[in-house]
């Protein structure tokens, strides 16, 4: 697979300084809807095949703003708009979830973030920069990390507030997999994959409700591993299993591949994705889990 084109002036923005301002207008956005009732108010299938609430369009709306306001050419590619060509569009596709856990958001529980991923081709292998910001504010915010902000740039390594991520700050003397986050956790599927849970050998299990937060966990070492249960999408994961990569852990996507052993950033993608500070870790879940979606599939 070709390189990215770093002249491409595209690819040459400042991602970091726009993925800034779009996490803070979402968060000014999400203000806009301060009950639970009004977060749950549905609008509708988006392209992703969910239904979408009124804070994921509100979401999305901020976010397309932003980035015609760029005025560069590219492909979005968003959970409630599917593929949306900005500028004429481009090669360069961006992979947004406006609000990965939007559960959480609706609830008002604190683990849900914006997910955007720049990619130079079509391919989660093409990811050049990776972008996750919580988006939960004041009184109950998460304490993951200072502001709740994580990015990767391929080749320059992923960081937490501004702090370099590592798949090793980890304790020394924990087992292999001590805490495993997964995500998909509805009790049925949780129930039928009991067994598989218990053969990865963690220690501790995990499930928060965001699988781009959750790869941040194995990014940073606060999780040795993460996996979903049922398929995800790439607007879940594009973001994350770059960051995860460049903090020096390995990332699978088992169930969808294309014929050159590449995963699409399409919104036809599903895949579980699995994540680990080190193979050997993956390995066992991939063993545990095997390759075959699960025959039975409940919403999340």
């Given amino acids: 697979m070709a390189g990215p084109d770093h002249s491409d002036p595209t690819l040459a923005a400042d991602w970091l300084a726009v993925c800034r301002r779009i996490a803070d207008d979402v968060r000014a956005a999400l203000a806009h809807y301060p009950r639970p009732e009004e977060r749950a108010r549905t609008t509708g299938r988006g392209e992703g095949g969910d239904l979408a609430l009124a804070i994921d369009r509100a979401a999305e709306d901020v976010v397309l703003a932003e980035l015609e306001a760029l005025g560069l050419p590219l492909t ?21 979830d406006p609000i990965d856990g939007s559960l959480n958001a609706k609830r008002r529980l604190p ?4 997910s955007i991923a720049v990619a130079s081709g ?22 993951l990390a200072t502001g709740g ?14 702090a370099p991520l590592s798949v090793l700050d980890r304790p020394d003397d924990s087992p292999a997999i001590e805490v495993l986050a997964f995500e998909s956790a509805n009790p049925r599927i949780v129930a039928a994959l ?4 218990a053969a990865t050998g963690a220690k501790r299990l995990r499930a928060l409700g965001a699988i781009a937060l959750a790869l941040c966990l194995v990014a940073g070492g606060r999780a040795d591993a993460m996996t979903s249960l049922a398929p995800c999408r790439s607007v879940d994961a594009a973001a994350g299993q ?15 591949r294309e014929p050159d052993g590449s995963t699409p950033l399409d919104l036809d993608m599903r895949s579980r994705v699995m ?7 993956l390995d066992l879940l991939l063993e545990a889990f095997g390759g075959a979606l699960e025959r039975e599939q409940p919403a999340r």
């Fill in 149 to 162: 902000e994580w990015w990767a740039r391929r080749g320059e390594g992923a960081f937490a507030d501004g």
């Fill in 275 to 281: 994540a680990a500070w080190r193979q050997e870790e």
């Fill in 122 to 143: 079509s391919a989660m292998e093409t990811v050049e920069f990776g972008y996750i910001a919580e988006l939960a504010a004041g009184a109950g915010a998460s304490p």
């Fill in 111 to 114: 683990f849900h973030c914006l």
């Fill in 76 to 96: 979005l590619v968003s959970e409630e708009r599917g593929h949306v060509p900005l500028a004429g569009g481009g090669p360069v596709h961006v992979v947004v």
């Fill in 194 to 197: 009991s067994d598989e849970l």
């Fill in 242 to 256: 770059l960051i995860v990569r460049e903090a020096g852990g390995v990332v699978a996507f088992p169930d969808e």
